[in-house]
């Protein structure tokens, strides 16, 4: 069996359940589309029909089973033709142009190809969407985790979770068992908000931290999303704590450390080692981060106060010389 | 059957796309479904052999071609392209309302006409929300209006990779908004080259009488695959980060992530200029080893005895 015969006898199905008001048998159909009449035995035209219509299904045609009135031996097929189609849709070319920019904005193989596949359908329904805009904004959305998908599909499914999080990358992964609400592409990094069971409170996982499989539990539709819940609003305010503010007085060399100067303010000058630079002070995240922006410019960037942050640079640096034993 | 599972989507959608454009030429059709001009004809060809039952002559589906053009004169019942898949839906829904709930990305009107349209048509696409909004960036008024009026600007940037300022008269072309970040992609007088310039590093932005006039050869960047490719130029650093740095290998991108003991990492690491690199490293202190390249270890070793020796001068006056 060639795939352009599988393909031939495929669309031969589609045609004649589409045409079919009842539901048909499977001996019937047998006898009627073309390329099932060469199974040898019952035993391969069952396989190859198990086989074609989960092909089918999987593309996502209609393919319903129902009894046949007045018959005894089994059910039948039919394609209603009103599920089949895609109702009518007309756009405006503003529209189609918004249409053809939203569908470049995946940077991710399943949802570029699935937004290329809806594309399709909508030119095939009369709509012309550019492939190619001349636009003068173009916004871009990786999404390349392993475990999007399957969470992207549990959140349409309602379906429970277990997924296996790391907190921190270094941390060993721990169990979750998660009702998910939905899925959040927040600043460039994918995020799933849902309830987490073991700690019955709202959480949101960053998904690049999970490690494995995300495995699904119990039934299809057990996971009610709370309404008017706003995922974005979650994530935003998880993702992003306050930052502590600190303020600091700093020597910085001249014409150096730009950006730190960014966010300074320069109070006066000062000689330091033969050096010429400005005295500023600065707000600061905590000192940890503040320290490694510090250290990172070497001599070009001194504490003057607070003597926290003065010792944090220090210790880094004696670290990176090599002589902190 | 990977062949089977790619053609049948194209197979079932070509009949209802060229009942609604009679005569079409063969190659628009190629072109419009991503298939080369032989491909295309061997899928026309095999839908001629396709039909109803009985698959008599009257029964099949019939094309007729003209020149280089096709028409659909029998489609045996074919008329409409199959319903969206939920994955289709969800992928056009969730981007055009990501679109739609960004201020200033496009003209917000006809992008919710859109939204309701295909929602009307394929379905809603809940629990998956992409928020493409940056942060606020004080450049970004100035450049969509350069970029609509094709005016030409002249910015005050930040380069971390050199930690210094520059001024640089500079094309518009478009705006990137990639992950997270918005972007401004210019030629740049200067570079003599395209650049993309991160907004929130503008300093300053000057609107010029001149109009914005990029030269032919400059291409828009390919960002697929991510904003920072491997360049063959660029050098490679292989760091051992300890738990308290392993942010770097998320923040960065990095290669060959191998784990090592008390969840420590050894990566490689592509950087360009050996000064990031050094600041880098430098800010990292005790939680960063540079294994590779020794000449980066040393140039942070010497910066940062140089910086030690620095703050011992000061430490007197200071500390007392």
Known sequence: ?325 | MAGVAQRLPRLLALVPYLLVRPGVLIEEVAADFSVTVPQLRRDLELLWMCGLPGYGPGDLIDLSFEGDTVTVTFDAGMRRPLRLTGAEATALVVALRALAETPGVLDGGSVRRALVKIETAAGQADGVVVGLATREEAALAAVRDALDHRRALHIRYYTPARDTISERTVDPMRLLLVEGRSYLEAWCRWADDVRLFRLDRIEHVTTLDEPAVPPPQARPTDVSGGLFRAQPDQQVAVLTLAPDARWVAEYYPVEGLIEDEGGAATVRMRYAETEWMVRLVLGLGADIVVRNPPELAEAVAQRARAAVRRSDHLAPSEAG
């Open chain 1, 1 to 325: 069996m060639t795939a352009a015969a599988r393909a031939e006898r495929l669309i031969n199905l589609v045609l004649c359940l589409l045409s079919s008001r009842q539901y048909l048998p499977a001996e019937r159909i047998r006898r009627t589309v073309p390329g099932y009449a060469d199974a040898p035995s019952d035993e391969a035209f069952f396989r190859m029909f198990e086989r074609d219509k989960a092909e089918l299904r999987e593309l996502g045609v209609p393919l319903e089973t129902g009894r046949i009135p007045g018959f005894e031996a089994g059910d039948g097929y039919r394609i209603a033709r009103r599920d089949y189609e895609l109702p009518d849709i007309d756009l405006e070319p503003d529209e189609a142009a918004a249409v053809a920019l939203a569908a470049r904005l995946w940077d991710s193989p399943q949802l570029a190809d699935a937004a290329n596949g809806a594309l399709l359908k909508l030119r095939a329904a009369g709509v012309d969407v550019d492939t190619e805009p001349s636009v003068l904004v173009q916004p871009r959305v990786r999404a390349t985790e392993p475990a999007l998908t399957p969470l992207i599909s549990a959140v349409q499914a309602g379906q429970v979770v277990t997924v296996s999080h790391r907190r921190r990358p270094a941390e060993q992964p721990a169990a979750r068992i998660l009702e998910p609400w939905g899925v959040v592409s927040w600043r460039g990094r994918w995020y799933v908000v849902g309830h987490d069971r073991d700690r019955d409170a709202v959480r949101c996982f960053r998904i690049s931290r999970i490690a494995g499989p995300v495995r699904t539990v119990g039934p299809s539709g057990a996971v009610q999303r709370p309404p008017g819940v706003d995922l974005l609003k979650i994530v935003a305010g998880s993702a992003e704590p306050p930052p502590a503010a600190h303020t600091a007085r700093l020597w910085l060399a001249h014409g150096r450390a730009y950006g730190l100067r960014r966010r300074a303010t320069v109070l006066g000058t000062m000689t330091v080692d033969d050096v010429a630079g400005d005295v500023v002070t600065v707000e600061l995240p905590g000192y940890d981060v503040a320290a490694r922006w510090i250290a990172g410019l070497g001599p070009d960037a001194v504490v003057l106060e607070p003597a926290e942050l003065a010792t944090a640079v220090r210790d880094r640096l004696l670290a990176a010389a090599g002589s902190a034993g």
